[in-house]
C-alpha cells in the first residue's frame, strides 16, 4: 500500500532562517506530489505541484520554493523565513493522469517563526 | 475555473443528533467531489468522493453526501454524530483533465455532550 510521510512535524524556526521540510511517497511511481499550507483558521492554499522529477510549478508568489530530486521526493524550502511563514504545511500526492484529483495527505508539518 | 463555497463556519451539534455539512461548487459541468475531514494537528482524510453514478455516495464514519446538479450542492450528511466527530471538514472540486483540487475554506465541526 502506498505511504506518505512529512518531516520535520514541528519546527520552530527564527525569522531570517533557512528552510527544509521534506515529504517522501512509498509504495508508488511517478506520483503528482503537491504542497499546501493552512494558516490559523483558514483553508488549504496550493503553493507547488509537480508531475514529474525536476517540474515544479508555483501556483502563488512567496518566499518559498519547491524542488523535486527524486520520483517519490518533494522538498520544501527557504532561504530566509518570514514571519508570515508560520502555519501548518502538508504534503499530499495523486496519482498521475488520474483526471480525478483525488489527494492523499501526510501527516502535517508545523511551522512557527518567530 | 472552479470554485467551492462552504457558508457555514463553524457548527455546534449536540451528540447523537444528524448533521449536515453545506457545500456548493461551481463548475461548468459536472465535477469530482470530495469531503475530506481533519482532526487538530492532523493531515487530511478523505471521507468519501463522487465522480458519477448513483448521487448519493456512502463514505467512511458512517458519513453520506449527496450530489445534487440542480442546486450544484454536495453537502454532507450523518444521522447521529459521535463526539470524536469533532474536526474540520472540507469540500474539494476536482475537473476531468486538471490535476488540482480546489478546496473550500472548511467548517469546523463542535460537538456538545
Partial sequence: SQTIHQWPATLVQPVGSPLSLECTVEGTSNPNLYWYRQAAGRGLQLLFYSVGIGQISSEVPQNLSASRPQDRQFILSSKKLLLSDSGFYLCAWSVTQSNAGELFFGEGSRLTVL | ?113
Avoid: M
Avoid at chain 2, 448533521?19 to 471521507?47: D, I, K
Avoid at chain 2, 474536526?87 to 475554506?105: D, H, R
Fill in chain 2, 1 to 113: 475555473a472552479q470554485s467551492v463555497t462552504q457558508p457555514d463556519i463553524h457548527i455546534t451539534v449536540s451528540e447523537g443528533a444528524s448533521l449536515e455539512l453545506r457545500c456548493n461548487y461551481s463548475y461548468g459541468a459536472t465535477p469530482y467531489l470530495f469531503w475530506y475531514v481533519q482532526s487538530p494537528g492532523q493531515g487530511l482524510q478523505l471521507l468519501l468522493k463522487y465522480f458519477s453514478g448513483d448521487t448519493l455516495v456512502q463514505g467512511i464514519k458512517g458519513f453520506e453526501a449527496e450530489f445534487k446538479r440542480s442546486q450544484s450542492s454536495f453537502n454532507l450528511r450523518k444521522p447521529s454524530v459521535h463526539w470524536s466527530d469533532a474536526a474540520e471538514y472540507f469540500c474539494a472540486v476536482g475537473v476531468f483533465g486538471n490535476e488540482k483540487l480546489t478546496f473550500g475554506t472548511g467548517t469546523r465541526l463542535t460537538i456538545i455532550p
